[in-house]
């Protein structure tokens, strides 16, 4: 049996003038998952820190502040998400998955369709090759069912190739398809139909607008839903160079259990797995090489999960950098991406203050953030 996904709280649900200030605020210009968790640190609310981005975007040295997103833009999305379905779920309230709760960056707010009962369920993300081989199709349909059969609900990225596969293969049991693009500009195309299907017994989650066209840069975004969501991903082709891969990587980073289906030497589907096997990635034949060691590490799952993006979790943020704090964070800062932990040592500033200087900075459309924490100027 799978280890018990635990329960969104309902303790700290939204009202409707909270939500409608979390959206404005997210949907604003250089604010991400990230930048949204300070400014609710620093200003207390969702409402203050959109009072407070003009003049955050001016300190950071922004010659003219980012859009802000108006209150009609804003219900106007609201609007649409309810004709289509889709709710605008915030962390710790139903429809918001557990686990993704626990990652260094989840979405303030995840655009929910379909059954919500599905998201709370144990899940394990499969993902692969878009050019997928025959028997690697057969594979991740098998594992995908397989799962399924030992009580697991099934993520993937509604790619074509191995995604497809595995979301049809779980249909009737419950999958979960994360997006790329807005609810309203499904990608690929050609899988609208699959995902009507899907929506029956599970559930597809976005970040994005709704009318939002993916772009190559939103893709490795749609992947870290796939592993955040997940308690382990496996990925059954992919070659060196795939998008998979950096699934597999962003689910290493967020702490989950990485699996590999091995393939021929000969077949270039299958250098990026067999790499990863190498790696120490566990190797997978069959559906219960994967249980078998999610039942393993099943304890070290939290039994609760705290809302991130709420609650004083960080260093005291209130404090106003001198003019000189600043220009020693910018000094450091270059084309070359490094990590917090160095800009606070060398610079001798306490983190609080660096971590307002960097706001400002990707406020003003200055800062780049890049995986693993690493951050440069832009």
């Known amino acids: 049996m799978p280890p018990s996904a635990t329960s969104p709280t309902t303790s700290s649900r939204l009202t409707d003038a909270q939500r409608l200030d979390w959206l404005r605020l997210i949907r604003s210009d250089n604010v991400g998952p990230r930048t949204f968790r300070t400014l609710l640190n620093r200003c207390g609310s969702a409402r203050e820190a959109l009072a407070a981005l003009p003049q955050l975007a001016r300190k950071g040295g922004a010659a003219r502040p980012g859009h802000v997103c108006t209150e009609a833009e804003a219900t106007r999305e609201l609007t649409l998400s309810t004709r289509l379905g889709v709710s605008l779920a915030a962390a710790g309230e139903p429809g918001y998955p557990p686990l993704l709760r626990m990652i260094d960056d989840p979405p303030p707010l995840l655009a929910v369709r379909g059954r919500l009962d599905v998201l ?41 190739g191995i995604d497809t596969a595995a979301h ?7 999958t979960v398809a994360a997006l790329a693009g807005g609810h309203n500009r499904i990608y690929p195309a050609e899988n609208v139909p699959l995902l009507e299907r899907l929506l029956e017994h599970g559930a597809a989650i976005s970040e994005m607008p709704l009318e939002w066209e993916p772009r190559a840069r939103d893709f ?40 590999a289906v091995p393939g021929s030497p000969l077949d270039p589907r299958a250098e990026g797995t067999n790499d990863l096997i190498k790696q120490s990635a566990a190797l997978v034949t069959c559906a219960a090489d994967v249980t078998d060691v999610l039942a393993m590490t099943a304890g070290q799952q939290p039994d609760s999960v705290p809302p991130r993006d709420i609650g004083a979790d960080e260093d005291d943020l209130s404090y106003e950098p001198a003019d000189a704090e600043r220009n020693r964070v910018l000094d450091l800062l270059g084309p070359a991406p490094v990590t917090m932990d160095d800009l606070i040592r060398l610079s001798g500033i306490p983190a609080a203050t660096v971590r307002i200087a960097l706001l400002e900075l990707e406020l003003a459309g200055r800062l780049e953030r890049h995986r693993g924490g690493l951050l440069s100027l832009m």
Do not use: C, K, W
Request: proline share 2%.
């Open 120 to 160: 709370a369920r144990p899940m394990v993300g499969i993902v692969g090759s878009r050019n997928a081989s025959a028997a690697g199709l057969r594979m991740a349909e098998r594992l995908a069912h397989d799962l399924a059969d030992a009580g697991y609900a099934v993520a993937s990225g509604l790619a074509r």
């Open 220 to 259: 490795p975004r749609r992947n870290r839903l796939i592993s955040g969501v997940s308690l382990g991903v496996v990925i059954v082709e992919a070659a060196r160079r795939s998008g998979s891969l950096i699934t597999a990587r962003m689910a290493l980073e967020q702490g989950r259990d990485v699996f």
């Open 168 to 174: 049809r293969a779980t249909l009737a049991t419950g």
